[in-house]
């Protein structure tokens, strides 16, 4: 099983940007979908995005679309989310999840029950 180490949160003014990091040990990258959720207070964790590791296909959330991206680096074993023009909605604590042997598969990346590993959570504050 997959361990994730999820960082690069922190404090931003809204409009900022930010970049976050989701590393893997004990498997490598090479069969994944790789999830990023976040969790504002008070409210249900919810997909942000998803990429399939083995051919990049990825996806993103209509809240997010145009501003946060997702990539990948398999060589480091790593995800990135990189967040622009970010908003005080965008506060939340952020999780990378990691479902071995399956794609993203769309809409489904949303389903949380399916990952088999999570990150520990790094927080993004964004103030207004």
């Known amino acids: 099983e997959v361990q994730l180490q999820a960082s690069g949160g922190g404090l931003v003014q809204a409009g900022g940007s930010l970049r976050l990091s989701c590393a893997a040990s004990?498997?490598?990258?090479?069969?994944?979908?790789i999830a990023w959720f976040r969790q504002a207070p008070g409210k249900e964790r919810e997909g942000v995005s998803c990429i399939t590791t083995r051919d990049d296909t990825t996806y993103i959330s209509d809240s997010v679309k145009g501003r946060f991206t997702i990539s990948m680096d398999s060589a480091k074993n790593a995800v990135y989310l990189q967040m622009n023009s970010l908003k005080p909605e965008d506060t939340a604590v952020y999780y990378c999840a990691a479902d071995y042997g399956r794609p993203c598969a769309g809409r489904y990346y949303h389903q949380m029950d399916r990952y088999d590993s999570w990150g520990q959570g790094t927080l993004v504050t964004v103030s207004s």
């Open positions: 004990g498997h490598t990258f090479d069969h994944y979908a």
